[in-house]
């Protein structure tokens, strides 16, 4: 009467909490997950083949494209690749503007990611209010340069333009409120019986398991290596930034919450020093109209919100566009851990994990 | 608007890449293989011939003031040798050098002559080994008390089809985390040959390696799972491979815009059903 063999069932492409399409071919046992496949492509537009066939200049816009919640984080890399490939020396302050809108940003797609994966479990609430701080941040992102998610907010060699007039009291005004914000966020959360009893213990991926699988970001952190680009490798102004690296041992969902939220109030350190040492100066470096590159082949990685994305440029010889351009999304490595971290646990833990891993779907599948 | 073709008559449905020679792209005719070797060459080149052009306008300029002299003219003036503009710009580009660094030392010492090149650029290091070799390289790397690369950050391949003795490149890019140290290793595969896969040291290669063959085309031996990840399983060509156009394959080639009546989009529909897609929208059983 009663069946017990195993059952295989996918979930997603189109499941409300796989953020996006993503679908998991599940082998389950009961409640159990036995086996897990992720199976993606399903938004593979062919970013790096069209870059390919664009100069430089074009090829900007379409890392705005990868992963939509950080545009900025993927701005920046793109742009302090092609100045290592071509050589351009960068003037500092563009260097502090881009450090404190790509800290803006690591707020901002945390926000995302607090909103989303506590509405996955059933926090409906917290939700709401992150969305409301991520409206200012986006504001911010409107007045520097007109867009507020597809930003292609630097320039190769700089920044179009200086910071707007007013902006400052803007920043200033977020940076005033945004720690009272985050504290409101845990009371909602971190002491919340419900939440603990979903993260703790639940998707737990330990250090030497998330080195072998090449995992980065707050995932690697919370697992507790403090591997972090922006200390290991200081890209834009970071090596003259004061920070400190928050990290977890447990490894398990809860540690990665506690982690992302310890990183915006760093990035809200970031930030003020940021635009309390503003050095005064020119934006943008003098570079030709028309970039000709040389042969050559730079891997630039940086610390996006999701972990290290780093771009691989060849050049070649007279050539206006790359050669060849590969990017290393931090959510393709990471998602590749899954099956190891949902195998053995319930279903419902699974959508958890994910929640935590912090896909986005446009940057993996590219 | 007028046109010369009949869109309706004539067969706009294109999946042969050979049957659409407006498609065809320019293959690459240069090989931008990054190394110390080349660049002296071509460095050694540049200069050899600059002293030649210079050589022939002064042997020009001899015979043309020979010339004159015979004839009675005024001498013609003596060509000055042109001084390269300085570059105002805030760009210099990072040219190769020689290795220094003691992780590309060490580990052509140990490795000896399966080390095939060494070199550092923009602070990158490369090194070139044999294809052969890779995966004791790789063990190496991850295993040895000197160098300690513990995690594969990356792992891709480029196409080049003007190489005559390779197609493809394989770089593997390497981070230390304990001592904040990153190294490219660099492979040179011709077509057909099957690289070891790197899946036993590192298991972040497994998906990086499933990628490369979805979208070059080389596929990894003792691989654990060497199917498509991002196209479709029954997709037929590889997408970053030169040859591979930016149009074209399944692309349709209407303007729906001039499509008031449907009648292109129902001939789109019909000629989908052929290939085995479905377009139109599903009855209720």
Redesign the interface.
Request: charged share 15%; aromatic share 10%.
């Given at each position: 009467m009663f069946k017990n063999e195993e059952m295989e069932i996918n979930m997603g492409p189109q499941h409300p909490s796989t953020h996006g399409v993503l679908r998991l071919k599940l082998k389950l046992d009961g409640e159990v997950v036995k086996h897990c496949r992720p199976v993606i492509g399903y938004l593979h537009r062919g970013v790096e083949k069209i870059c390919e066939n664009q100069t430089f200049f074009q090829g900007q816009v379409w890392t705005d494209r990868m992963d939509y919640t950080s545009a900025v984080a993927n701005n920046l890399g793109w742009a302090e690749a092609v100045e290592k490939l071509f050589g351009i020396s960068v003037p500092r302050r563009a260097k502090y503007i881009r450090t404190m809108l790509n800290e803006f940003n690591r707020v901002a797609s945390h926000l995302v990611w607090l909103g989303t994966h506590a509405m996955d479990i059933g926090a409906l609430t917290v939700f709401l209010y992150t969305f409301r701080e991520r409206e200012d941040i986006l504001d911010i992102f409107e007045a520097f340069c007109g867009a507020r998610l597809t930003t292609t907010a630097f320039r190769i060699g700089g920044l179009r333009e200086d910071l707007p007039p007013g902006i400052e009291k803007q920043i200033r005004a977020f940076l005033a409120k945004f720690l009272d914000c985050l504290n409101e966020y845990e009371t909602l959360l971190t002491e919340n019986r419900i939440w603990k009893k979903r993260t703790i213990g639940t998707g737990l991926l330990n250090s030497a398991d998330a080195i072998a699988m090449g995992v980065t970001g707050p995932v690697l952190r919370a697992a507790g290596v403090p591997f972090d680009v922006r200390k290991a490798f200081p890209y834009a102004s970071y090596a003259e930034m004061d920070f400190e690296v928050p990290t977890r041992t447990e490894g398990d969902n809860y540690a990665r919450y506690l982690v992302r939220l310890a990183e915006m109030r760093q990035s809200h350190r970031i930030i003020q020093q940021c635009l309390d040492g503003l050095p005064e100066g020119p934006v943008m470096a003098k570079i030709p109209r028309i970039l000709r590159s040389e042969v050559n082949e730079v891997y630039h990685p940086t610390e996006a919100p999701k972990g290290e994305l780093g771009y691989y440029l060849v050049g070649e010889k007279g050539s206006l566009n790359p050669y060849r351009f590969h990017v290393r999304g931090p959510g393709f490595i990471n998602l590749q851990a899954l099956p190891m971290m949902v195998k053995g646990g319930l279903v419902a833990d699974c959508i958890a994990t994910i929640g935590t891993l912090d896909v986005v779907l446009g940057e993996i599948d590219r | 608007m007028a046109t010369d073709k009949d869109p309706i008559q004539e067969d706009r449905y294109v999946y042969d890449l050979k049957a659409a020679p407006n498609r065809q792209v320019t293959l690459?005719k240069?090989v931008?293989?990054?190394g110390l070797k080349?660049?002296l060459e071509e460095q050694a080149a540049a200069a050899a011939a600059e002293e030649a052009k210079w050589q022939k306008a002064l042997a020009d300029f001899e015979t043309a003031k020979a010339k004159a002299e015979a004839e009675g003219k005024d001498a013609p003036k003596k060509p000055v040798r042109p001084v390269p503009k300085p570059d105002?710009?805030?760009?210099?580009?990072?040219a190769p050098a020689a290795a220094t660094d003691p992780d590309l030392l060490h580990l052509q010492e140990v490795l000896g002559a399966k080390v095939e090149e060494i070199f550092q650029?923009?602070?990158?290091l490369?090194c070139q080994v044999a294809k052969e070799a890779i995966l004791e390289v790789l063990t190496l790397c991850r295993d040895d008390a000197a160098l300690g690369y513990?995690?594969?950050?990356?792992e891709?391949a480029?196409?080049y089809p003007a190489a005559k003795d390779f197609a493809f490149s394989v770089?593997y890019?390497l981070?230390s985390?304990r001592r904040?140290k990153?190294l490219?290793l660099r492979i040179l595969v011709p077509e057909g040959f099957e690289p070891e896969t790197a899946v036993p040291v590192?298991?972040?290669a497994?998906?990086?390696e499933r990628e490369i063959w979805d979208?070059l085309g080389i596929r990894f031996r003792n691989h654990p799972d060497m199917t498509?990840?991002?196209?479709?399983e029954d997709w037929e060509a590889h997408?970053?491979r030169k040859e591979?156009p930016?149009r074209g394959l399944g692309q349709r080639d209407i303007d729906f815009r001039q499509d008031r009546s449907g009648v292109l989009m129902r001939m789109a529909m019909e000629k989908a059903g052929n290939m085995g897609i479905n377009l139109a929208p599903p009855r209720a059983e």
């Open positions: - | 690459p240069t931008p293989l990054p080349t660049y105002t710009n805030d760009l210099k580009f990072p650029q923009a602070g990158e490369t513990e995690m594969l950050a990356d891709t480029t196409h770089v890019h981070t985390i904040s990153r490219r590192y298991p972040t497994n998906w990086l979208m498509r990840i991002l196209c479709p997408a970053l591979y930016t």
